[in-house]
């Protein structure tokens, strides 16, 4: 088993459960375009909120949309845009990435909100408005991963 499979494991049931359920749409960066192109559930923004504890409307923010907007589209079962769907998915990856290399989500949400030398001493939050911007922090907690911190 792997430490990330292992890691996964400590998670919330509930966290788990929604990264479990995305596995298949997140495996790699190519798996994402191609399921966002298709577009996935209003559902899938809130899981976001859920796995992140980002305030809902903070989040509908971030994706340059109205939380009302999600709360209908969410009612009435519908598919986000490519790019709104690209987005969330980027963000379920972010997400357990983060957790498997902080080893919690408390502690990857504190460094989200932390400056890191790696990303311009940007804080990750502020670059979470673009979809490059999550690349961005993808990379830097690969590094991180990896050691490579200077």
């Known amino acids: 088993m792997s430490i990330a499979v292992a890691k996964t494991k400590q998670l919330p049931t509930a966290q788990a459960a929604i990264f479990l359920r995305y596995d298949h749409s997140i495996r790699d960066l190519f798996t994402i375009v191609v ?11 809130f899981d976001v909120v859920s796995i992140s504890g980002i305030d809902r409307n903070k ?3 971030l994706m340059n949309v109205s939380l ?23 963000l379920i990856a972010l997400y357990k ?24 001493d940007m804080t990750p939050m502020e ?9 961005l922090i993808r990379e830097e907690l690969s590094r991180i991963e990896s050691g490579d911190v200077a």
């Open 35 to 45: 399921e966002a192109k298709k577009g996935i559930n209003a559902k899938a923004f």
């Open 97 to 120: 990435k983060g957790n498997e290399i902080f080893g919690d989500s408390a502690a990857f949400r504190r460094w989200l909100e932390k400056p890191a030398y790696g990303l311009s």
């Open 59 to 61: 989040l509908a923010g």
């Open 68 to 90: 009302k907007t999600l709360l209908r589209y969410k009612q009435q079962n519908k598919k986000l845009s490519a790019t709104k769907s690209e987005r969330v998915l980027k």
């Open 127 to 135: 670059l979470m408005h673009t979809s490059g911007g999550i690349d």
